[in-house]
C-alpha cells in the first residue's frame, strides 16, 4: 500500500467518524507495490498499491450497522440481483464468463449467517468514498448501483473479464 493509499483509507475513516456514522471501514486489500508480480488473487490489478476493496456493510436482524463480514476472508457471499433487478453476473455467465464467479471459491469459510446487506450502511460508505477527491474509479455490480440510487460517473461496471463485485468495492485512486 502507498503513503497516499494509507492517507485515503484515513481520510475516509476520519469522515465517517466526523459524520457521527456507525460504519467503519474494512478493507479486504490493498496489496503492496513490491508484490508486483502476485497479488491476492483473483485480482489482477491490485499490484500498484492504489487499489483497495472494500467489504460491504452488514447489519444485524434489528437494522444496528456492524462491523462483521459474512465470509472469512470477505469474498464470496455476493448481493444477488433482485428479480427486478438486471443481472449482470448472470449475464457474464451466459457469454462464457466461467471466471465472473470466481470469488465464491475463496471465502475461506461462510461466518455470521444472520447478517444482512446494509443498503443505508453500504450507501454511506461508497458516498464518502466518492466525496475524496483521490478517487478515480468505484467498481460495483449494477445492480447495488441502481439499487443505492448512485449516480456518480466514476461508478463504472468492471466488464465481464473480470470478477463480479456484489460481495465487495473495488476502489482505484490517483
Known sequence: MTGETNKFL?????????????????????????????????????????????????EDESGKIVNKGKSLSGYGI?????????????????????????PKYLTLGSINPDLRFSERGTKELIEAILNHQKLRKLFVEPHLK???????????????????????IHVQIN
Do not use: W
Not at 459524520?19 to 500498484?48: G, M, T, W
Not at 433482485?82 to 466461467?98: A, I, P, T, V
Not at 448512485?150 to 473480470?162: N, P, V
Open 146 to 168: 441502481r439499487r443505492l440510487n448512485l449516480t456518480d460517473k466514476r461508478i463504472r461496471f468492471h466488464g465481464c473479464g473480470a470478477v463480479r463485485h456484489d460481495d465487495h
Open 78 to 102: 455476493f448481493e444477488e440481483a433482485h428479480e427486478d433487478e438486471f443481472n449482470q453476473c448472470k449475464d457474464c455467465m451466459e457469454k462464457g464468463y466461467f471466471q465472473y464467479d470466481y
Open 10 to 58: 484515513r481520510d475516509i475513516s476520519n469522515r465517517l467518524m466526523c459524520d457521527k456514522s456507525e460504519v467503519q471501514i474494512r478493507y479486504l486489500d490493498a496489496c503492496f507495490p513490491f508484490i508486483k508480480d502476485f497479488p491476492l488473487l483473483p485480482h489482477l490489478s491490485h499490484n500498484d498499491g492504489c487499489k483497495i476493496d472494500f467489504s460491504l456493510v452488514y
